[in-house]
């Protein structure tokens, strides 16, 4: 389970020294564990969610790294099908009946897709207020940076506008609850 | 999170630095991992298995100890009633809806909390295995029993015999693989 | 020596890294340290302190840990008998012959194990005060309320008044003084 | 100066848990001085080298993992334009004088370009055998391709016959004397 | 307590990585307790020892590395008077009324001093064999030199010869056990 | 190359715990990219500097330390003939060639030695600013001694008026400019 030992790049290449570095799958558990949650929350408002999808998505939404690495925003953007590669790596871990998820994931079209996406900016931003509060200040650019596509993912999604406002108000309440 | 954040104790006890000690949320990825391939597997089989509850149930399953730690078997074995510990700590972590999953994980009856113990067992295996190839002896006491622990459950369980022929080839397929 | 290589779970449970948090063996050779500077300071004030049976003391009064692992307060707590497992994991790491000494620790009533017991919580605060110089805030609960044990501490004990004043003195130069 | 942060992907992914992965600058920082140590020896022998050129390119050929990261082959393979890349993030780095040494080393047809190849080489096999030896299996296979490379390599290059034959004695030299 | 914070350099130089290496805290602690067992051993065999100054003296043995950091021999035997240094840096500690100890400790002519000599050597010689079963090869030739050193320590020392063998026996069984 | 595995000794006394502290590999690949840079910077201002002599200086100038370990001033001021200690050092590294370049750095008279003492300054004050904004509290006063020994030096020293103006802008950009 090679996610278990993979740093993310993103924190190292901001000063986090890599034996405090969070790896894929930490990251993966604080994604998972937040799309329980808030999946939870929407559910008991009354909207529709596969959680079980949820779940499996929030699980193996990084799992290619483990073949791949951990490729920043800046060089994915130039890979012209970054998608084939997750799905050679998907098949390199025997994984490929789960290649369907990852196109779901790519189009973030589904609520289920939609809330794991919020779920990994949520996870990312919890662990660069984390980072910050450490005294690493060059997270901060990047806290700043997901803190806004987040606002704007909360603003208008392919969910209800009701729905919306349970996310962002529960987003809001661990923003502020200072979980850490 | 805290999770992310406490090394599992049985590691460090068996000479495994700190620094490399896997994490509480590290060790319930895995189990979450493993609870979806061998839940998939069962499914695909014609076992009816429900994979939102598994799911929930691997991740949450050691969330208690943000609150109380890693405790060991030797002192487990010493609290008179270790469930309501682990209920208040549910409750202090704002989780108290999920202590009825709880009570199904201890008592280890339905299909589902069989599954995520197997899997508890299994992850912890394949961590004990990744330490003992690195060279820390101690471990391979602690490697011997929960691979005895695991071929027991995998004898008899609340599943149908052919549902455990199943799970008893892929986790010989795992453990053969020698995929860590 | 199992105690070198294991965190305090108090620290891993607020936030520090274990790549950075204090063993259970650092933790006593300060423990140790301290009792030697403070019960020299008593003696040469003209008290009687019995420094071998505080060295003993300070040097093994978390050794039961190499065998039960760093338990935090709130589980301690439930324990109907913690004194029988810590005189089981003496046993188990034939230091039997020491049980006496643990015995008039958990009393607290002997002027050598009161010392200790301050020397106790003045390490913890110290390495506590590290930590929140180093930005980890979650621990500044715990500074606080070690901090008021502390002063409790040394305002009554079974000691002299005047006793009791030079070790009031001595520990507030030690955390004015900033030595960390 | 982020690479002295940045741990190598390849290590990780195999194992190497990130608080013992050498880092980007580590790694650099060997390659310049075997680059000096090999470089010398090709001089003495009577074969002009630049030594100068040469340790700039060993200095900075990973520079720009500062700004992209440590991509692994598999990905670079899939990017249509990497030298532009390198050279955007040369540009950020406020390096864009030594994009034309990029270009050089990407060609790799310069003694000075091949001579830095060859100890990129060499310090990726040394640092692998350190892992083999403490038991980090999985860099095996790795080792094992990298040796062949280096192989090749030494074979046949932009250098005279006697230099390589120079260049093979003091590479063998290197890895018998097992010095790690 | 700085040293709770240095790392041995002859671990370092020998291939063990400072997030692995012992600290000299961790070293003094493991000194001390050995002591403790050891002099226990004398004692109940009739052999007068002053647990009370061998405890300060193997607590304090490296405390000056606060202030001058872990020289390695080659180094120390080049300066003309040692001993001049830890004195100073015993003042800079405000620990001058120890320096008398550590006269004591240079001379090692005590049965005390020579106690925490051999405990000082069988501690590095265990966290050496640690290190050796853990892979680091480079470590094996020290763990060599210290045994052999041991030896000669325990064959003839300022003990009456009874009392050698108490000792001989005692460290005879550490080592055999396995105790790691 | 041991010198990847040497934690620098200043960092470990001030409070860095060993697992983030850096290098000596780490420091001397920094050191040898300052050189690069201000180097580069000296030759385009139209002075004559010797890059190759100045890359190998920074390269080699800790090498010594695989041998010896890292010292501190306080004690280095105490050895009455260092350079025969560096230069036994590196005889055991089968390196002696590179001695005369460990007398210039010693004698610091010409442009090259003097270039890299005032990177090697550099590089450390660098580290240190990293270090303090992470709260590591204590490096401040180091920081701030390092800062005032820099000062003098570009003040004063083997180059003309215009060459130390010259550098004098580039460490001032480089500090200003926050690259950490």
């Not at 897709?113 to 650019?141: F, K, M, P, S, W």
């Amino acid at each position: 389970m090679r996610v278990k030992n993979i740093a993310r790049t993103g924190w190292m290449m901001r000063g986090v020294p890599p034996s405090e570095s969070e790896t894929v799958a930490a990251h993966s558990y604080e994604v998972a564990v937040l799309a329980l949650v808030l999946g939870g929350k929407l559910r008991s408002s009354g909207f529709a969610v596969d959680i079980e999808k949820t779940l499996k998505l929030a699980l193996l939404h990084d799992i290619a790294e483990s073949v791949i690495g951990d490729i920043v925003k800046a060089v994915k953007e130039r890979i012209p099908n970054p998608r084939a590669i997750e799905v050679d790596a998907l098949r390199e871990l025997g994984m490929e009946e789960y290649a369907k998820l990852f196109e779901e994931l790519e189009l973030g079209s589904s609520a289920e897709a939609y809330l794991v996406e919020v779920c990994d900016n949520l996870a990312t931003l919890l662990q660069a207020i984390r980072y910050v509060n450490r005294g690493y200040t060059q997270v901060l650019e990047l806290a700043e940076s997901v803190r806004r596509r987040l606002e704007r993912m909360l603003t208008s999604g392919p969910l209800p506008g009701e729905a919306l406002a349970v996310l962002r108000r529960a987003v809001s309440d661990l923003l502020i609850s200072g979980e850490v």
